[in-house]
């Protein structure tokens, strides 16, 4: 008996190890089946470009879980944070050529400079982080129980 309770004290001391390595080697994991795909699935339902959906991005340093949309324009201008946030009115003028040009229902625009009512804000990413948190703590906390059960806690 004796032994018992010292094999369960050992293994309580090494808890904090424990809890630990088993978040090192799974959070990763839980991450993007929680909350990556919550922030996938509202993109999608948001109709966002694919390029997008395909920029969302996360790691685990050790330290933090990070995630995060690293959806740049051509001149590195953050358009995860323009979609994120929104944009207001502004002016656009051409950078490179003297006017701006596109095409709509079949005809040629041209435009030395003009105001846009800018992006609307969509927030996907803190949505998707709002409906996917709920289940990253779920099955973080089953992950852990499975872990570290009562078998493991208790020398049974």
């Given at each position: ?11 309580m001391?090494s808890?904090p190890f424990r ?7 799974k ?16 993109a999608?339902q ?8 395909n ?6 340093d ?11 324009g ?18 656009i003028?051409?950078?490179l050529?003297k ?9 040629k ?15 996907v990413?803190?949505e998707g ?13 089953e992950?852990l129980?499975?872990e ?9």
């Amino acid at each position: 008996m004796a032994d018992n309770l010292h094999l369960s004290a050992l293994r309580m001391q090494s808890l904090p190890f424990r809890i630990k390595e088993i978040i090192n080697y799974k959070i990763l994991s839980i991450a993007n089946q929680t909350l990556v795909e919550a922030i996938h699935q509202e993109a999608i339902q948001k109709k966002m470009p694919k390029r997008y959906i395909n920029s969302i991005q996360s790691d685990f340093d050790g330290r933090e879980l990070w995630i995060w949309v690293d959806f740049k324009g051509k001149k590195l201008e953050p358009l995860d944070e323009y979609f994120e946030e929104g944009t207001k009115r502004h002016f656009i003028k051409p950078v490179l050529r003297k006017a701006l040009r596109w095409f709509q229902d079949g005809i040629k625009y041209f435009s030395k400079g003009h105001y846009v009512s800018g992006i609307q804000a969509r927030h996907v990413f803190s949505e998707g982080f709002k409906k996917g948190y709920p289940k990253f703590k779920e099955k973080l906390v089953e992950e852990l129980e499975g872990e570290l059960g009562g078998s493991m806690l208790f020398g049974r």
